[in-house]
Each structure stands twice: as structure tokens, then as C-alpha cells.
């Protein structure tokens, strides 16, 4: 019997709304599965694809973003803006083999601690589903590894 | 340095087009200086050096080496070691050679399909017998050996230690004159050489910085590809709904494309401390997106915005046009446990 897959889930959240809702969650003894690694930042705005992508290659199987829901953003409307850069990084994902279900969005107010922790088990239960994904074996993949450059210098 | 107290300099193409090696010839009447002097003991393109001269010097022999191409097979790669080790100075020289660039567009696709599409499906090849290459093949005079292809394109750097990377596709002439002109410099004593590792022969802004096209408030309500709009000249490409690649690109161009009506291609690379060019045109092309306003409902939001997205064609494609290889993930995954087998490629422009 091999052992069943968790998957590795990164989280972002924001300062302001839902890690608050996490919080909430928390100290209401709600229960979340324990593959989710929470990072807050101050707004999903925030969030630079970037991370998503870093994330991913290093070896998360899947991205959860979080931030008030739109129009109740702390610094007004920059949740817009995640919100665009996650539907265009979605389909850039797409592109690049990584199905769009590995990222998802997810608004949740400070007072949805029980909501995100759903959400939360329904993500992780999805991810679970499509398997690993292994970033690292997808570049290394046909013998055509990406080694580190050899040290031999000769100036 | 030669017996006649000449610096030795060698220029090399591995996966290219040729144009880094038509750009160092557009310093024009300045390659006079170059040969006067250089000793030329290397350039394939230019004079008549074979790979057994290269291996015959010994190592450290060459003093600068320009290096233009990707690590497409092993031809490329062995060549990328063996100028490593006859070069003090050893340059990538150019987009392919710094980040992949087109070649490793291919990193969307699969080495499978590439060759298919090449030696099968292209509409001007005609290969009833489908024969594809192969890395060994006998004939009734023995055995025939070509470079085997590689799944996924990879940059000099990612093969090789590099000591300086000149970007551009094609590198502007004034910017190789300019890095030639500090060699030599540094060469007789008179100036010193960059830090290690530094990107020369380029800007440490972005593009929109030297870009002298007016620029307003960017609101763009969809985008137009190329051929569907005629720009309203001096005006931002942006505003007006063209992809353009310059807030993620490195500058030193001078902006030669957006000023001609084209968006820039973002040939010149990230910027100092950007890991990779594509996130960052993809935020910054989704923060000028002028959809959704508050009070709306959250479904009505996302599909006013995918609408927006919709007239982006070919994202991946597009933002890593020229830095496939050097981006996180570096290629696409296409057999992965339900990734797509045989995804569409290409820059589609």
C-alpha cells in the first residue's frame, strides 16, 4: 500500500480580510486540512505572479490567493487587480501544462472564518485529485536536465 | 594575448539566426578597428577556423568570446564547454544565448512535436517516407552521426559559467561598439573591466523610460493585435490597446519599435532584480485593464474581465517571446498527469 497523496498547498493571504477570516477560523476550533502553508501579505494586490510561479516550480502542487471580496478592499481597489492578474495567469498557466484548477481565488471576508476553512478543504480535496505536480521532474524530463552550471573556469 | 601583442578574439553561433552575427558586422567601418586590434582565431561566420583549431588551443587562449545561440542539441552544448575552457572571457552574447529567445519558444512544446511539425506537418515539407533525424544512422559506409536534439532549449548560462551578457535581439551596434571599446580599453590597462556577471551593453531602465511616445492614463478596454489597428502616431502603444512589452523590459535600445508603430518585443530582457519578464508584463498589462468597477457582482466581474482577456492572443508566448528558457518554469509541461499533450505554440504574431 503506497501512501496517499497530500498535496503541498501555498496560500496567500491578506492582512486585512482573510487572514483575519484563517484567524477566525482558528480560534473558532474550526478544522482545515494541514497542507496549506498561509503567507499574508498586506493585499492580494499584492501578490506578484511571481510568487505564484515560484511556488509552483519549487515543488507546491497547488495556489490558494485569498483577499476581500471586490469593493471592500482596504486599499480600495487593488483586489481589481488581483483579480485580473489572476484570470491572465490562469490562462498563461494553461499554456504552460499546469492545469488552471492548481490556482485558485478565493474572497473572504474577516467575519468567513468557517467559509475559508471550506474552501480551503474543498481546494486541497481538488488538488488531491489531479496528483502531484512536480515542477522539478517536468524540467528535468527526456534526460534533458537543467543541471546547476558546472564550475570549471579556466580565466 | 597573440605573439603580436593582439587580445584573441572568437565569435561563435550555436542556435541562432544569424542577425547577433549581422549586428557586430553593422558597427560598419569600426570592424576595421576590431581587426586592427584583435587577433581573429575564431569565427565561423567570418573566417575559416575549424572546431579542431579550437580544440588544438590550449585552454584560456582566447581572450573574449562572443556567444550567440541557445543550447538547442548536443552539438551546441559540447561547443559551449569547449569555449568555456579555451576562453578567459566568455560573453552571451545576445537574447538566445542570455535567455533562450525564440528557439526556446519550442520549451512550449515537445521535442516530439517540434520534430513533427518540422520534418512532417510544415505545408512546404514533403516527407512521404516520414523520415525524422536521427542521432545515428548506418549507411553502407559506416556510421553517421548528427547532434542529438534536446527536449528543452536552455540558455548558455544554464550550461556554462558566463561572464558578462550583452542582451538584444540582435544587440544594437552602438552597444557592442561600446562594449568592444571597454575591452580594449581594459585590455590595455587603460580602463576595468565591469563587475563579473554584469549584463553590458545595455540600459538599467526600463524601455517606456527612453520611449519619447506620449504617455497618459493607461485604460485599456481590450487589446488589438498588430495588423487589426494603424496606431495613432505618438502616441503610447499601450493606451491604445497594442501589447507592449516595454514596462517589463530592459532599456538601452533607444525604443526603436514603439517608435515605428511596432510594441516592443521585449528583446532586451527583465530588469535588474526581475526573475521573470513574463509575471511582470503580466501584471503590469493586468493593472492598465479597465473592467469591473465596485458595486458589481462578483460573477458579472470575472466575465467582464475574461472578455477583456480574451483579445490577449497567446499570453505565455507573447510576455516569455524572448525569455522562455530564463523564466520560472522554464518550459511547458506536456505529459504530465493531466497536462495537455500537444498544446498549441508559437508567438502567434
Known amino acids: ?155 | 594575448m597573440s605573439d603580436n601583442g593582439k587580445p584573441r578574439f572568437g565569435m561563435y553561433w550555436a542556435s541562432s539566426c544569424g542577425g547577433c552575427e549581422i549586428s557586430v558586422l553593422n558597427i560598419h567601418d569600426k570592424l576595421l578597428v576590431v581587426d586592427e586590434v584583435f587577433d581573429v582565431v575564431f569565427w565561423p561566420c567570418a573566417a575559416d577556423f575549424k572546431y579542431e583549431d579550437v580544440r588544438g588551443y590550449p585552454d584560456g587562449y582566447i581572450d573574449l568570446c562572443l556567444f550567440n545561440g541557445a543550447i538547442r542539441n548536443t552539438e551546441n552544448e559540447e561547443m559551449a564547454r569547449l569555449l568555456r575552457r579555451k576562453s578567459k572571457v566568455l560573453v552571451a552574447f545576445g537574447s538566445c544565448a542570455y535567455e533562450g529567445c525564440i528557439p526556446a519558444l519550442s520549451n512550449l512544446t515537445s521535442k516530439a512535436d517540434t520534430l513533427q511539425a518540422v520534418y512532417l506537418n510544415s505545408p512546404s515539407t514533403e516527407n512521404p517516407s516520414g523520415i525524422l533525424p536521427q542521432p545515428r544512422t548506418s549507411v553502407p559506409e559506416g556510421e553517421l552521426e548528427i547532434p542529438e536534439f534536446y527536449h528543452t532549449v536552455k540558455s548558455l548560462g544554464q550550461v556554462v559559467p558566463v561572464d558578462y551578457t550583452i542582451p538584444g535581439c540582435p544587440p544594437e551596434p552602438h552597444q557592442i561598439w561600446a562594449v568592444l571599446e571597454t575591452v580594449v580599453a581594459a585590455l590595455k590597462g587603460q580602463a576595468d573591466l565591469p563587475p563579473a556577471g554584469s549584463i553590458i551593453g545595455a540600459g538599467q531602465t526600463a524601455v517606456c523610460e527612453e520611449c519619447p511616445l506620449t504617455k497618459n492614463e493607461k485604460t485599456v478596454r481590450r487589446f488589438y493585435r498588430p495588423w487589426e489597428v494603424k496606431p495613432e502616431p505618438g502616441l503610447c502603444l499601450l493606451e491604445q490597446g497594442l501589447v507592449c512589452m516595454g514596462p517589463a523590459t530592459r532599456g538601452g535600445c533607444g525604443a526603436l519599435c514603439p517608435q515605428v508603430g511596432m510594441g516592443c518585443r521585449g528583446c532586451y530582457g527583465p530588469l535588474d532584480g526581475v526573475e521573470d519578464q513574463g509575471a511582470r508584463m503580466l501584471t503590469a498589462l493586468a493593472s492598465v485593464v479597465e473592467a469591473g468597477r465596485p458595486g458589481m457582482d462578483e460573477h458579472t466581474l470575472e466575465k467582464e474581465i475574461e472578455a477583456v482577456m480574451d483579445t490577449i492572443a497567446d499570453p505565455a508566448g507573447t510576455f516569455y517571446r524572448f525569455s522562455m528558457a530564463h523564466s520560472i518554469l522554464k518550459r511547458a509541461r506536456v505529459n504530465g498527469n493531466g497536462g495537455k499533450p500537444g498544446l498549441q505554440s508559437g508567438s502567434g504574431e
Open chain 1, 1 to 155: 500500500m503506497s501512501e496517499p497523496f497530500e498535496p503541498l498547498i501555498i496560500g496567500f493571504t491578506c492582512n486585512w480580510c482573510s487572514y483575519r477570516a484563517a484567524d477566525l477560523a482558528g480560534t473558532s476550533r474550526e478544522k482545515y486540512p494541514p497542507n496549506i502553508r498561509l503567507i499574508r501579505l498586506m493585499c492580494s494586490g499584492r501578490l506578484d505572479p511571481t510568487f505564484v510561479l515560484k511556488a509552483l516550480a519549487g515543488g507546491a502542487d497547488g495556489v490558494l490567493i485569498t483577499g476581500c471580496h471586490p469593493g471592500e478592499c482596504h486599499y480600495l481597489e487593488q483586489n481589481f487587480k488581483a483579480l485580473r492578474r489572476y484570470l491572465l495567469l490562469r490562462r498563461l498557466l494553461t499554456q504552460m501544462g499546469v492545469e488552471p484548477a492548481r490556482v485558485r481565488l478565493v474572497w473572504a471576508s474577516a467575519a468567513e472564518g468557517v467559509r475559508l476553512a471550506a474552501e480551503i478543504d474543498r481546494f486541497v480535496e481538488e488538488v488531491r485529485r489531479l496528483g502531484p505536480l512536480n515542477w522539478p521532474a517536468v524540467v528535468s524530463e527526456n534526460g534533458a536536465e537543467m543541471p546547476e552550471p558546472a564550475t570549471e573556469v579556466t580565466a
